[in-house]
């Protein structure tokens, strides 16, 4: 069974900073790319970034230079610093693990709200 955990959303000020974090369970996190999307009301779901397996990151553009990716395996988690968040960057959160021929499974998301 899969189980990805997040946590760290919250409520900030435009220009702060956050980090997101989700725990993995051992036997999916080490052989899988991982990443974070997310998905404000009346809106599709998107890619915010991703990280292969072996430390290889991509960004989508509206995030370049303020969001970075990590992850640390020895802790099956992976991490999202957030700074100079902006009002746009309201959503809900979703970790992701990326597994093989498309398959992707959800963490439960976490809300993220930055006022202006």
């Known amino acids: 069974q899969v189980q990805l955990v997040e946590s760290g959303g919250g409520l900030v000020q435009a220009g702060g900073s956050l980090r997101l974090s989700c725990a993995a369970s051992?036997?999916?996190?080490?052989?899988?790319?991982m990443g974070w999307y997310r998905q404000a009301p009346g809106n599709q779901r998107e890619v915010v970034a991703v990280?292969?397996?072996?430390?290889?990151?991509n960004y989508a553009d509206f995030v370049k230079g303020r969001f970075t990716i990590s992850r640390d395996n020895a802790k099956n988690t992976i991490y999202l610093q957030m700074n100079n968040l902006k009002p746009e960057d309201t959503a809900v959160y979703y970790c992701?693990?990326?597994?093989?021929?498309?398959?992707?499974?959800w963490g439960q998301g976490t809300q993220v709200t930055v006022s202006s």
């Open positions: 051992r036997s999916i996190f080490s052989n899988n790319a």
């Open positions: 990280i292969s397996r072996g430390g290889t990151t």
């Open positions: 992701a693990v990326l597994l093989p021929g498309g398959t992707t499974y």
